[in-house]
């Protein structure tokens, strides 16, 4: 059967495939940001993303994690696990950036005592909000064995991630989650982690290797993810 595209999102398209248990994704090199008011394309983004995920999954799995990822089967496709996705994202904090500086008055690069998590609802029409455990709980979003096994894996996920990167060079500041469910019941971790979904700083000269390049128009965008796809493969 022809694959048939399930969805398309900012930054990936999801197709069926033969076997209805597992789907497609190819990452575009199409970027937005600000809600999407600001829209862009960077060269070779989604060839990038496509391999700096696999190369994080699989690091993730060698420490227990289970993720979506089957196989990479194109430069900017992997097969994946259909998963039936949670509809919150989950947001790791190690250093300040971002919408907590506006939010909270936290001056850029403040290093957090400890991992600070946060919950944004999913929905584009509401712009993401920040969401507590009662709206959570409320909305019937997660219940709260999910919630408690999310944090869970999102905290091993952000120890395991921030040594990886520290033996890189790079400061793991801030990164996005997304969890889901496989057919069994099990929460997997999905969709992606990359220079879109996270915060990297070099960790000498603290320069930005990441999406912030493009929000900000700092330039050196390809540059960033190009350096970002090199220290992964270290
Ligand atoms: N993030 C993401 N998708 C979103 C919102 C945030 O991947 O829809 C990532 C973002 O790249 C950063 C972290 O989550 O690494 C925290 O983002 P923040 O809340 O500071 O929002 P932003 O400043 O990106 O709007």
Redesign the pocket.
Known sequence: MAPEKLYEGKAKIIYSTDDPELISQKFKNDAT??DGKKKGQIEHKGVRNAAITTRLFRVLEEQGIITQLVEQTADDTLLCKRLEMFQV?V?V?NYA????CKRLGFDEGHKMKKPML?F?LKDDSLG?PLITDAHIEELELLTRAERDEIEQLTLKINETLVQFFAERKVLL????LEFGKDSEGHIVLGDEISP????FWDADSREKL??DRF?RDLGGVEEAYEEMLNRVNQ
């Open positions: 940001a600000f994202e947001v904090r950036a971002g919408s907590i946060e944004f993401d500041v801030d990164f996005k879109d979904t996270c915060r990441d999406k929000r």
